[in-house]
């Protein structure tokens, strides 16, 4: 009796444990950013969004920015994160939601295509701070929606949406 009872309590002290872990990433802060278009003909011609954040506060935080379709499907394997600006993008990860962000450091995520696609876009922006789990406001962004036209090879951005009507969140 004594030994199916320890049995049991490692069982549920090991699925709590699992639960807890997975449900690490507890949001201060979030918001949406809409009407974002993602397609890819070619390398000539495609159109990807990129949203580009910018910590304000004196600590780092943690961001998780989840893409969905049109069908609500994420979009995740698409996703990158860069820091650096233009002519010396440096990536951070790719494939993935969940980034760092260092206190007034910015970062860039977008999707790149890999493959034909053709989509309406959407992102949940989140993030939090274990450094100041009390700290209410920490991103400011924007999206933007850069192409690449087919034939004369241009590459220009031709959307700029704030995120929050440009309001800390």
């Given at each position: ?26 949001p201060q802060g ?88 053709f989509a309406i ?49």
């Amino acid at each position: 009796m004594k030994r199916i009872f320890t049995t049991i309590l490692f069982l549920v002290l090991s699925f709590t444990h699992h639960a807890y872990a997975q449900s690490s990433f507890i949001p201060q802060g979030s918001a949406i950013a809409s009407n974002l278009q993602f397609y890819y003909q070619s390398d000539n011609g495609y159109t990807n969004p990129t949203l580009f954040l910018t910590n304000i506060s004196n600590v780092p935080i943690q961001c998780r920015v989840t893409f969905y379709d049109h069908d609500g499907n994420e979009l995740t394997r698409y996703a990158r994160t860069q820091t650096g600006g233009i002519n010396s993008w440096t990536t951070v990860n790719t494939g993935t939601t969940d980034f760092e962000i260092p206190a007034k450091g910015s970062r860039r995520h977008g999707l790149m295509p890999n493959g034909k696609i053709f989509a309406i876009v959407h992102a949940t922006v989140e993030w939090m701070s274990e450094a100041d789990p009390k700290l209410r406001k920490a991103l400011v962004g924007g999206a933007d929606i850069h192409r690449r036209d087919y034939g004369g090879g241009l590459s220009y951005s031709h959307a700029k949406i704030m995120i929050n009507n440009g309001e800390p969140f």
